[in-house]
């Protein structure tokens, strides 16, 4: 979901494009990529969500927080977030800088302790403030976008149907040992290529697909990541609803997009650890 743009039309740039006949899955990348290039491009974006966490065993957790991010050129990304409520989490925060081709570099701030502590390899795949995204999830679902055929494989299985809505299925089998998943399979909306779904399985594909969302596998996804409600914010498609399920488990992170604005000149200096400890007002 990161390569060499392929040469577009003025018509397909502004959207509207009907799939060709034997249009490859990397054309299709493409074509998302050179949007989120040019028409449907932002700088810097700002949110505020709302997270419930329910358990396997029926339990609930809320979290309330805000999310800064900013795009920088070479496909670099830096995002701040700030936890409110509840009282147990309140004034916890988080910084990534996300980069190309590579491991993300994280932190989070523990008010109780006054301390950041540097997420290293060995907890990347710990639960992000006990919803289910990992750090290494989150460092994926920022980088994919960008991956080109190095970083993983992608072949079209056809159109498939997501709520209602008709995406074209991309199956991404990962070429780089850090991705550490075997297969990825995508779902983005035929009309406006926003993704629908993301699914991360732990297994090689098989011989079938599962019938999860129309087609798939014989194997349950490590991950499912389901993105609604999506609505246009200026020329931009975007999800305000998320929902985040661990099949094997039964637990899921609904998440609700309360608020965002996109290109608010964040400054540079805003995404660092100092900002961690000051919080956001």
Not at 155 to 168: A, N, S, V, W
Not at 194 to 211: I, K, M
């Amino acid at each position: 979901m990161r390569g060499a743009l392929v040469a577009l039309t003025v018509t397909a740039l502004l959207g509207g494009h009907a799939a060709g006949a034997g249009e490859t899955a990397r054309q299709i990348l493409d074509r998302r990529k050179a949007l989120e290039d040019t028409t449907q491009h932002w700088n810097d974006r700002q949110q505020r969500m709302k997270l419930k966490v329910t358990g396997g065993a029926g339990g609930e957790r809320t979290r309330e927080l805000e999310v800064f991010e900013k795009k920088y050129p070479g496909d670099e990304q830096k995002a701040i977030v700030f936890f409110h409520a509840p009282a147990e989490v309140k004034d916890t925060a988080f910084l990534s800088f996300n980069h190309k081709g590579r491991r993300a570099e994280q932190w989070l701030y523990l008010p109780n302790l006054k301390r950041i502590r540097q997420i290293t390899a060995n907890i990347r795949h710990e639960s992000f403030v006990g919803t289910d995204l990992t750090y290494h999830d989150l460092d994926l679902l920022a980088e994919m976008t960008s991956w080109s055929e190095d970083d993983a494989r992608s072949q079209l299985r056809g159109d498939e149907t997501i709520d209602g809505t008709p995406c074209h299925a991309i199956e991404l089998t990962p070429q780089r040992e850090d991705i550490g998943y075997q297969r990825v399979v995508l779902w983005l909306g035929r009309d406006d290529l926003a993704p629908r779904q993301v699914e991360f399985y732990e297994q090689p594909s098989g011989s079938g697909w599962s019938l999860f969302g129309g087609g798939g596998s014989d194997a349950t996804p490590k991950k499912r990541v389901r993105q609604s409600d999506v609505r246009l914010v200026g020329q931009i498609p975007f999800a305000y609803r998320v929902d985040v399920e661990s099949p094997g488990t039964g637990s899921k992170t609904g998440i609700d997009i309360t608020e965002v604005r996109f290109d608010q000149h964040l400054a540079d200096d805003f995404f660092s650890q100092r900002q961690m400890e000051l919080g956001v007002r």
